[in-house]
Each structure stands twice: as structure tokens, then as C-alpha cells.
């Protein structure tokens, strides 16, 4: 074994390092699926272990006092740069610094963090760029929790906010930007597609109002939760945004056993939120950033299979007689959807809106009748879920806004998994009949 033990600049700080990433062969850049196996650990600082091991440590010894200084003028901002080790588990850890380089890896982000939630991430991030007064403006509508976020719990701190209709054009965002153009506007946030519509947003519009409302480089960073189509079908950071935020909880762990989120962008974007994250503490575990690097192992196995099977699915049900109408993003009928779609997008994902013929009582007798697919809210596993959004997850959204987003009571959601496709065409044909 070779001794990789060497000075950092100051030569205070002697650190065991890993050996550099392979990211390149002959010429040839390394893809993602082929990185998640090794990028970011090397396994000779671990005895060898070919995987992480799991580091569970909450905090990390110094090699001497002037280390420990250097090491907390990084963490508080006392040097500019942060923290050149590892400190206290608050702040990271060796099992989320590899999660965090891998989830980058996906976008080609200068940087990622990981968070304990979707969630967490996102309220991390308000917290970090929002000041009392500020406006964040936002396409709607938004997650449930998010809405609630930024409109309850922001609000409490004087933040104000605006929205624009996911589908709104270049101009209609532009009407609402100059609203909000005289005061600090924190932060545009987005999310596509939107749920549960699946409403997709024109980030590229989006750019381009904000760049004519406030100048080219003057105006708010451009956020986006892009949780129902990245990493795979959707890279917001190639089409002008600044931050993608996700919940790691749905497709990226994938197995429906662990919550989690992180955020995506250039160290100058991410700085502050690194920051506001090592206050607060909404890191994610070593055990959870452990599971999530073993899962981008499969991520792109998995997403394309239950894109391909979601697919055939929606392809069978949109023929069906007692079906009404599917939203899916592999049917959009609208130009400037579609357009949206050809410019943003590499596929349709595997979560859509299944529109019944009838009302809540055909709605829940197809979902007590399906025998594969599970009964629970959530997506991005490698099981089918089913749920009736108008009864569950936006039961209490008011009557009026459930009707513009189009949450009725015949409204199924479904997350397709990675099952054999005729065995969920069997089920969902079963479950129709005995409606
Ligand atoms: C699930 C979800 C979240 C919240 O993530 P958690 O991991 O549950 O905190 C945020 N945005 C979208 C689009 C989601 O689907």
C-alpha cells in the first residue's frame, strides 16, 4: 500500500487523500452510470474495502491544534474557501462528501449537498437566500409542503410571494417578475413538471424574462425541484437555472426505504446554503448517504426500465372505454407543451395522472382492486404505487383550487415501478374490470 499521506499549502493539515477520480479514458469522457461505481472513494484509505464503509463518527480528530483553527476558519467563514477536512458530523461526513460528489456527477453541478429530506432541503435553501421583505416568486402550483413553506412559514419571517401558472408564457412570467422588480426579490423557484398536473414549466423562458426584468446578471438565482424527471430525463442546470433541488426520497434511493434530498449548482450558489445547513444541521445520516450511493449504482437501470414500462402502461389506458383521459408526458397535445418537452426533456418518466370515467367510488374500487401495484402515496420506487390525490394527498386543498389543477375525485396517481410490464398490464386490467 502506498502512503498517500501528504502536507496540504499550509502543511498543517497532513490529510490521507484519495487517489483523483478516473472521470476520462483515452479521449473519452466517463458517463454517469459508469462513475457511480467508484467516483469519490478510494478504497486503499479504507483497508481496501471495495465499498464505503459506513462511517459512523460524529466528529473527526485533528492531526494537531493549528489544523483545528484552519479547520473552523474554513467551517464559520472566518477564511473564505470552507472547510478543507472533515470536523463534526453536523457539517459532513465521509459518506456524504462520496453521495454528494455522485449526485453532481449527474448534471455536470460544480457541486452538490445532501440533505435529510427533500423537504429540509428545500426550507434550507429559502432560509440561506431569503431576507425579511424579499419576494419569492414561483411557478404554481408547487408540492403541498412547499406551497405551505414559502406562503405559511416564510410569510411568518416577512417574506412575501408570486406566482405564474407552470404553463405561462415568456410575457405572462414577465408580468409578474416587474410586480416584484422594486424590492429584493430572493429567489424564482420552480418546479416541472408540476404536481400532481404535470404541468411542464419553459425554464428557458423563465431565464430570459428574468434577464429582461432585471438585467443580465443583476437579477435572482432560478431554483428548480426537478424530483419527477432527474437526474435522467431532465438536466435544469444545462437550460439556464441555477439550483435543482431534489427529493432523494423518490427516484434517485428508489426503493421506497430511506428520505432524503439534496441540492445541485456552482460553489457560488451553494456556498450560502452550506452555510445555513451546517447552522441547522439538515444534513443527511451516513447510514441514509450510504443506501443513496448504493442506489446511483442502479439509477439509471431503474429509471429506464419504469420509464419504458410506464410506457406500455399508458399506452394501454388511454385506450381503454372506462378510461377518461391519461396525463402522461409522452401524450402532450398542446404545441407549447410539446415544445417544452422536445426542448427540456429526454423522456416522459414514469408518474402520471390516471383520469377514471366516474367519480370517488370507481376511483377506489380500481384501487382496492389492484393486486401488484400498492396502495400509498410517494413515487419513484421500484414498486407501482397508486393513490387518489383529491382523497389523500390534497384532501385539504379547497374545493375551488382542486378544480382549476384539475384534482378530482376520479383522479388516480401512479408511480410505476420496475415489475415485468405485462404482469402490471394484467393488474390494471383486472382492476378495470372490477370497477
Ligand atoms: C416528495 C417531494 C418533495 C419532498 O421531499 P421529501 O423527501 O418527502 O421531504 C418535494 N418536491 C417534490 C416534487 C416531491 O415529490
Redesign the pocket.
Known sequence: MTDETEADMTGITPRRRPKPDIEEIGGRKLQPSTLMMGHGYDPMLSEGSLKPPIFATSTFVFPNAAAGKRHFEGVTGIRPGGSEGLVYSRFNGPNQEILEDRLGVWEEAEEALAFS???SA?ATLFLAHTNPGDTIIHSGPL?A??ETLIGRVMGKFGANWLDFPAAASQDEMEAVMRKAADGRVALIYL?SPA?PTNVLVDIEAVVAARDAVFGKNEGPPIAI?N??LGPLWQKPLRHGADIVVY?L??YAGGHSDL???GVLGSKKMLDPIRAMRNIIGTICDPNTAWMLSRSLETLELRMTRAGENAAKVCEYLRNHPKVEKVGYLGFLKDDAQADIYRRHCTGAGSTFSLYLKGGEKEAFAFLDALKIAKLAVS?GGTETLASAPAAMTHISVPEERKKALAITPNLVRISIGVEDADDLLADFEAALDAI
Open positions: 429530506s427533500g423537504m428545500i408540492y409542503a412547499t418546479e404536481n425541484d424530483t419527477f427529493s426520497t423518490k428520505v432524503a434530498g413515487l
